[in-house]
């Protein structure tokens, strides 16, 4: 059983002034396909902070940490750039099929920015704040990520 975190990135959700629902739904979307979700991090759309807090889940050794939020075009939307400054290993492969597979439901899933990757032995996955969105764009990938993770992991080469 692989672990995971998510981590809502929202300035308003952090503040108390929005309820995440993207968190929770991503959570149960993982604990049913056999995820043992760890932690459920909610934090600002600040750099530093978004940083911080990859780093401190990949340390723990969380076999995938996924976002929600922050990879739109809005100012504060930095998600991608904050998780490029943590991996190692550029995944594209998954935020392409991601986007790919969110065009064919609404041409705006092309601006989606997210990116996912690699550090240490956690893979980092970037999804839409909405929770359709994010939920849709993990499931699209999800039958894969065990594979990968298992790689990843030594289990198979």
Known sequence: ???ATVIT???RAAQGIYEDKSGPAVAKLLTEQGYQVLNRIIIPDKKNTIVNTLQEQCDKGVH???TTGG???APRDITPEATKEVI???APGIAEYMRQKSMEITPRGMLSRGVAGIKGNSLIV???GSP???TENLSFVLPSLAH???MLNGIKE
Do not use: H, Q, W
């Open 132 to 134: 359709k969105g994010a």
């Open 64 to 66: 995938l940490i996924v």
């Open 9 to 11: 990135i929202s300035d």
């Open 126 to 128: 970037n999804l839409p």
């Open 1 to 3: 059983m692989y672990t």
């Open 88 to 90: 190692e290993r550029e």
């Open 71 to 73: 990879t739109g075009f």
């Open 148 to 150: 990968g993770l298992d």
